[in-house]
């Protein structure tokens, strides 16, 4: 399962997280974001008790988007234990997001 992130949830949805967090910072005008969400959507479903996927619609939360420092996207960062730990911007595949997965899972 896949959940959006507001400034009202990301506290406890990221920052005080137990297990990594994936988050895909979006938009629905981008058109490498439209590719690159059914990959973490299955992202997600693979990896559900080992890690938890969360999306951002940047044209809905710009202040997340500029605290994470987003210029491009769909930028993916991992997080873990509040602190982000690989951010790649641009569409991947998703062996590339796996490979970065499976280093802090």
Same mark, same amino acid.
């Given at each position: ?38 990959? /973490? &959507? =299955?992202?997600? %479903?693979?990896? !559900?008790?080992?890690?938890? #996927?969360?999306?951002?619609? /940047? &044209? =809905?939360?710009? %202040?997340?988007? !500029?605290?994470?420092?987003? #210029?491009?996207?769909?930028? /993916? ?11 790649? #911007? ?16």
């Amino acid at each position: 399962m896949v959940t959006e992130l507001t400034k009202d949830n990301f506290e406890s949805e990221v920052m005080k997280s137990d297990i990594p967090v994936l988050i895909d910072y979006w938009a629905s005008w981008c058109m490498p974001c439209s590719m690159v969400s059914p990959i /973490i &959507d =299955e992202i997600s %479903e693979e990896y !559900s008790s080992k890690l938890k #996927v969360c999306k951002v619609n /940047i &044209d =809905e939360q710009g %202040e997340l988007a !500029s605290r994470a420092a987003v #210029v491009s996207i769909p930028t /993916i960062m991992l997080v873990k234990n509040g602190k982000t730990e690989e951010k790649l #911007v641009g569409a991947y595949s998703k062996d590339d997001y796996e490979e970065i997965i499976e280093k802090y899972i």
